[in-house]
């Protein structure tokens, strides 16, 4: 059997195509298509996002939108939750959110999920900070930890409950420790 090559898209083109869902990713000139998220990526992303929220934008400091494309250096992906320093929030001329972020976020947070692969996430995390993110977070349910990624220092590791983890520097008023995240999984 004959198969034909299938064509390569251009990011371009590839924008131009209908979402997906679970939404797909443009990496490196292919189009890789996001796992379904499931129960405790699921449980941990409806709770972290709005958490940040409460501390972060009634003070316009900065925004965690979930699963928002952000198209940059090449790439479009969709983290679980990008975060945006309030004056680096796209906007349309009357003031109201910009539909298209073609920039990387402030602050990266993907949640792993039992079938996606850890150095995906891990090259779409370090992405955004080569594009001047502040922080990216990898959490891992199966393994109750967090690693907490920086451009100006190496990776931590965040998996002791009482541990309290490091937020980029605007968003010093949000707290959250590793056994709060991960307790959102039991109830």
């Known amino acids: 059997m004959v198969q034909t090559p299938t064509k390569i898209l251009t990011l371009e083109e590839f924008l131009e195509q209908p979402e ?4 797909s990713e443009y990496i490196d000139g292919k189009i890789i298509q996001k796992p379904m998220p499931q129960g405790e990526h699921s449980a941990i992303q409806t709770e972290l996002a709005p958490a940040i929220n409460a ?3 009634s003070k316009r400091i900065a925004r965690a939108f979930s699963e928002l494309r952000c198209t940059f250096g090449g790439r479009s992906i969709v983290p679980d939750i990008a975060v945006f ?3 680096r929030i796209p906007r349309q001329e009357n003031g109201r ?4 972020f073609a920039i990387a976020p402030d602050w990266t947070i993907e949640i792993l999920s039992p079938d996606q692969s850890q150095t995906k996430v891990t090259k779409n995390i370090l992405h955004c900070l080569k594009y001047d993110s502040k922080m990216g977070w990898l959490i891992d349910p199966d393994e109750q930890s967090v690693f907490v990624y920086r451009s100006d220092r190496p990776t931590d590791v965040f998996d002791q409950p009482e541990a309290r983890l490091p937020v980029p520097e605007f968003g010093k008023d949000f707290n959250l420790t590793v056994g709060e995240l991960f307790d959102w999984l039991l109830e």
């Open 97 to 100: 959110v910009a539909n298209v």
């Open 85 to 87: 320093t309030w004056e």
């Open 55 to 57: 501390a972060l934008r």
């Open 20 to 23: 997906t869902e679970p939404a």
